[in-house]
């Protein structure tokens, strides 16, 4: 009998890709899932749950981004000052209204692992407001995302 070896990917086996995405009429959730996929590397052959094998990802419009009608107003983001009694809350449409950039992070935040693992993943997410980015000199590739246009 055979033992079953774990295949885990050496750093010179990581190539790590650049890839862009509009969110202009996405859905919030179904953007950041497929985003989140990307990061953390599950769309390779070479993916292993403790190793970060995963591209960067850039995602520009993240002001016209969508939501589900409703849960914009319904769900609240929450941030604590460190003070006793310190907790703020806004809904989403408030902090997309204010700050589209940090509403797609902290979406794709919720959805990779909450260790020093997904921290390292989350900085290879960059997220703009507007159309421009300044990644332009790595040549990044559209990442289409599959049934993440909004409902009208």
């Known amino acids: 009998m055979t033992a079953v070896r774990t295949y885990s990917p050496k750093k010179s086996e990581i190539d790590?890709?650049?890839?862009?995405v509009?969110?202009?009429g996405l859905t919030l959730g179904r953007m950041?899932?497929?985003v989140a996929r990307v990061l953390r590397g599950k769309h390779k052959p070479i993916f292993s749950p403790h190793?970060?094998?995963g591209d960067h990802v850039i995602i520009i419009n993240a002001a016209k981004v969508a939501m589900t009608p409703g849960k914009a107003e319904k769900k609240q983001v929450y941030r604590h000052t460190g003070y006793v009694g310190g907790i703020r809350s806004n809904t989403y449409a408030e902090l997309l209204d204010v700050k589209p950039e940090e509403a797609v992070r902290?979406?794709?935040r919720g959805m990779i692992p909450k260790n020093r693992l997904g921290r390292q993943m989350l900085t290879k997410l960059k997220v703009y407001a507007g159309p421009t980015h300044p990644h332009t000199?790595?040549?990044p590739k559209v990442l289409e995302i599959p049934h993440a246009k909004a409902r009208s």
Do not use: G, P
């Open 32 to 34: 950041a899932t497929e």
């Open 106 to 108: 902290r979406t794709v």
């Open 137 to 139: 000199a790595q040549q």
């Open 51 to 53: 190793i970060d094998t």
């Open 16 to 20: 790590r890709e650049w890839y862009v």
């Open 22 to 24: 509009d969110a202009e």
